[in-house]
T-cell receptor, first 110, second 117 residues
Framework: RKEVEQDPGPFNVPEGATVAFNCTYS??????FFWYRQDCRKEPKLLMS???SGNEDGRFTAQLNRASQYISLLIRDSKLSDSATYLC???????????FGTGTRLKVLA | ETGVTQSPTHLIKTRGQQVTLRCSSQ?????VSWYQQALGQGPQFIFQ???????GRGNFPPRFSGLQFPNYSSELNVNALELDDSALYLC????????????????FGPGTRLTVL
């Protein structure tokens, strides 16, 4: 079983739609969680950290469910510029490495 | 722009050769991590350097090695290149990730795209 699993997509959605991505992780001792965004042939960039209480940043909402070991990202009112690959990232306690999922591709259509 | 730079941007090598990739971290960051990203995959952790010492390693063979210099810049060396080493190599700098630094952000450089023929 992969340490961090994501549906690779692609998710093709119309502008203005709401879309949700889920990600599951295997290590219950994991401590830190993130969503990164990666545009085609570019480096990943931090979209948001995911805290236990959940957090929101404009149109983006991230949730963490430790009991079920999954993280979610909700994007409301999708824009064309949201088209990218969204990478789920987990950092285990006591280690220094980020574990990335394979990413979920999103295409927002006009 | 993150302030993390990598060189070269592209590189073509043949099987069996050796390669050195370079990374300059963002000002004030003393931790550098290296990742390999194959096409269609997420980045895979290779290793991390903190204050010139290797601080953790992923599932990569010993022919992947690195260095960190006193100015916190870093090198990734790969010996005996194989076709499967073709990938985007990303360097990320941060403040320390251990202890209280659980949510210290990693800033990625633009990467070096390595092709092994």
């Amino acid at each position: 079983r992969k340490e961090v699993e994501q549906d690779p997509g692609p998710f093709n959605v119309p502008e203005g739609a709401t879309v949700a991505f889920n990600c599951t992780y295997s290590n219950s001792a994991s401590q830190s969680f993130f969503w990164y965004r990666q545009d085609c042939r570019k480096e990943p960039k931090l979209l948001m950290s995911v805290y236990s209480s959940g957090n929101e940043d404009g149109r983006f909402t991230a949730q963490l469910n430790r009991a079920s070991q999954y993280i979610s990202l909700l994007i409301r009112d999708s824009k064309l510029s949201d088209s990218a690959t969204y990478l789920c990232v987990v950092k285990d306690s006591g280690t220094y490495k980020y574990i990335f999922g394979t990413g979920t591709r999103l295409k927002v259509l006009a | 722009e993150t302030g993390v730079t990598q060189s070269p941007t592209h590189l073509i090598k043949t099987r069996g050769q050796q390669v050195t990739l370079r990374c300059s971290s963002q000002s004030g960051h003393n931790t550098v991590s290296w990742y390999q990203q194959a096409l269609g995959q997420g980045p895979q952790f290779i290793f991390q350097y903190y204050r010139e010492e290797e601080n953790g390693r992923g599932n990569f063979p010993p022919r992947f090695s690195g260095l960190q210099f006193p100015n916190y810049s870093s090198e990734l060396n790969v010996n005996a290149l194989e076709l499967d080493d073709s990938a985007l190599y990303l360097c990320a700098s941060s403040l320390p990730l251990a202890g209280g630094g659980l949510y210290n952000e990693q800033f990625f450089g633009p990467g070096t795209r390595l092709t092994v023929l």
